[in-house]
């Protein structure tokens, strides 16, 4: 029995959350996570809570100290710049005191607003001006245009084309009846932001409508995530003259060169340069539509969201407009507490410099070489899954093994730029290298990732904490924390994405077709399992195919992650002790800490927007999906065959 207070304090935590109700082989989740769910009710400032946000919570927290901390002549001068930040953010009275002031000086700058405007007309309105001016701000609507490294060709940055990103959470949302409540209280937050503004609210009820109207057809034109999956169909290389050939109704070269010659940026574009179409079908039919509508629709619309997204900044008449529309999209209730927006806004523009901070307040170094043992260990483990499976042909299953030997330690290290830098920084990059030890997460967040483009994992300083890690745990638990976390990651660079992309991080098949086809198959099992769960709270089945990725990547790591802990026990000679007042085995205890990862509760609208939008399943769902596919959890728990943890039916890709 390991009596260390770590162990009792960790033993009380796992206790804390058990529901014992529950038998673990008629509903794992229920069973790990019944207690926490009634113990810990959502704050009325959240759409859901889960054992992520607890953690993200202490994160804020050690955060806050350090941005509240005088400034000192041995800050660094980013340090300075988020302190000041901070400051600004929390200093409300003078953001009370400057009213509708910001926006009434900013507007006009940008061309102004037609709703606002008694005047406007459409003579001189030119939407490709519009449009360039938009995108100095980093606003992207009607066409979405980035920098980003060529799938197909690695050490090389490559223009993007795209689809945009909508006003409501996702696509989905606009497909619901035009009266529905979300879409009306999207609706009536534009008018009422444009009445606050100084619009006549008949002009602002008829413009605002219009409007809606619009960008439902947008919605309708554009390609659903569920045909986003497939890369190569994505990948749509040619050059300007091309696009311009393909879409002559829109001034191709000049809206590009416009932004990219800009001071901030100068890099001079001709009708010769490369671009990525990541949606034909979508330019296909937009420029009909745009043809068909009415220029103050197209100027009130392009301009609404540059407006949406400035409004948080101003004060509490704005904010609680936007309070309002997150009540009906997200069921929230109150706005969260100053400082944790304003620390929340410090990390998301200066993240390098916060989260260095969070490093030096919280990080233990002995943490990372712990991490690189972990992550050699499971590698290993996915090394045998690789080799063990009996539908990969030699030489697919040869170049996969390579595929994750090439990257080592360098994700470990907690130096990072800025993940948000400016938008002309970003586009900047187009003609400059890779840079391979560019983060696209910050270092405090409680998260991971894996970059197909690049083939690397990254495990930012944030997540390194219990529940998924502390170096005084049974290795039991870490395995099944942190462990199943870098087996995901790892597994993602082969699941329905990742395979796609080769060990160098190219787009290109590198698999036989008979080999793509047995993983599509394989694949055609999470997607119909994970599909024939129903989530009650927003009574919609989970999209099997949009969560097939995380889904396969979570399959994996539990195996991985299993047998690498198995190992690691092995070599030890030695199972490890119990923990106190738990009757758990070492095993049993890997798989309570994995699912106890995933406790979570959602409101309706939280379900809602996971369902239409997300990639991920709800975390019951990893936990139930996951491991009714495990023998390992079978056998650990003693879960007779056909039972609800136990399926006669498991579906394995990896
Ligand atoms: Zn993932």
């Not at 619901?176 to 009306?184: P, Q």
């Not at 030699?394 to 290290?413: C, G, L, M, P």
């Not at 709800?618 to 399926?647: E, H, W």
Request: glycine content about 6%.
């Amino acid at each position: 029995m390991c009596t260390t207070t770590d162990c009792v304090r960790v033993a009380s935590r796992i206790h804390d959350a058990i529901d014992y109700k529950v038998k673990p082989c008629d509903n794992f989740y229920e069973f790990a996570c019944g207690t926490w769910k009634k113990k810990n009710v959502i704050p009325e400032d959240k759409s859901a809570y889960s054992s992520f946000d607890l953690v993200a919570d202490d994160v804020n927290v050690i955060l806050k100290n350090a941005l509240e901390d005088k400034e000192t002549e041995a800050d660094i001068e980013p340090a300075k710049k988020a302190k000041r930040l901070y400051r600004s953010c929390l200093d409300t009275e003078k953001i009370e005191s400057l009213g509708t002031k910001p926006l009434d000086d900013f507007i006009p700058k940008i061309g102004g607003w037609p709703v606002l405007m008694s005047s406007w007309s459409d003579a001189g309105f030119d939407l490709k001006d519009l449009l360039v001016t938009l995108a100095k701000y980093n606003n992207w609507p009607l066409i979405s245009l980035s920098v980003y490294t060529d799938m197909k060709n690695v050490d090389k940055n490559i223009l993007y084309l795209d689809q945009p990103s909508l006003g409501m959470p996702g696509q989905k949302y606009y497909f619901k009846e035009r009266n529905d409540t979300m879409i009306m209280a999207y609706e009536n937050l534009a008018v009422q932001v444009a009445t606050m503004l100084g619009a006549d609210k008949t002009v602002a009820e008829q413009d605002m409508k219009d409007m809606v109207d619009f960008e439902i057809l947008i919605a309708n034109i554009s390609v659903p995530s569920e045909e986003r999956r497939d890369s190569e169909k994505l990948y749509n290389k040619m050059t300007i003259a091309q696009l311009a050939q393909n879409y002559s109704e829109f001034d191709w070269l000049g809206y590009i060169n416009s932004i990219m010659s800009s001071p901030k940026i100068q890099i001079d574009i001709t009708e010769d340069e490369e671009i990525i179409n990541y949606s034909p079908p979508y330019f296909d039919k937009l420029f009909s539509l745009l043809n068909n509508t009415p220029k103050r629709t197209l100027a009130n619309y392009c301009t609404w969201r540059i407006v949406r997204h400035r409004i948080s900044s101003l004060g509490k008449a704005f904010r609680d407009l936007n309070l309002e529309y997150s009540k009906v999209l997200y069921g929230t209730s109150t706005e969260s507490a100053r400082w944790k927006k304003c620390v929340g806004k410090a990390n998301s523009i200066l993240g390098k410099v916060v989260g260095k901070i969070f490093v030096g307040e919280a990080f233990d170094e002995a943490a990372k070489a712990d991490m690189l043992k972990l992550i050699g260990n499971l590698k290993v483990a996915f090394e045998g899954q690789l080799f063990s499976n009996d539908w990969m042909d030699e030489s697919t299953r040869k170049a996969a093994k390579e595929k994750y030997t090439i990257t080592e330690d360098e994700y470990f290290s907690n130096i990072i730029n800025f993940i948000q830098e400016s938008v002309a920084e970003d586009l900047r990059e187009l003609r400059k290298p890779i840079d391979k030890t560019k983060w696209s997460m910050v270092p405090s967040a409680v998260n991971a990732y894996y970059s197909s483009t690049r083939n690397e994992i990254v495990f930012p300083a944030g997540i390194l904490q219990p529940p998924f890690y502390h170096k005084n745990y049974l290795k039991a638990l870490n395995y099944g924390g942190i462990g199943m976390v870098i087996g995901h990651e790892i597994t993602h660079g082969f699941d329905d994405q990742g395979r796609q992309y080769d060990k160098t991080g190219s787009l290109r098949q590198w698999w036989s077709d008979d080999v793509v086809e047995v993983f599509k198959t394989r694949a055609q099992c999470v997607i119909e399992q994970y599909g024939n769960f129903t989530v009650k709270e927003a009574d919609l089945q989970i999209n099997g195919i949009n969560t097939q990725g995380e889904n396969i990547a979570d399959n994996g790591a539990i195996t991985q992650s299993f047998k690498a802990y198995r190992h690691w026990v092995s070599q030890e000679r030695n199972e490890e002790p119990k923990l106190p007042g738990l009757d758990f085995s070492p095993n049993q205890l890997f798989f309570i800490n994995f699912a106890q990862v995933w406790c979570n509760s959602m409101r309706k609208q939280s379900a809602i927007s996971r369902v239409l939008t997300g990639v991920h399943s709800p975390g019951k769902f990893r936990v139930i999906g996951t491991l009714q596919n495990s023998p390992d959890f079978a056998k650990t728990f003693g879960c007779p065959v056909s039972s609800y943890m136990n399926p006669e039916k498991k579906c394995k890709v990896w």
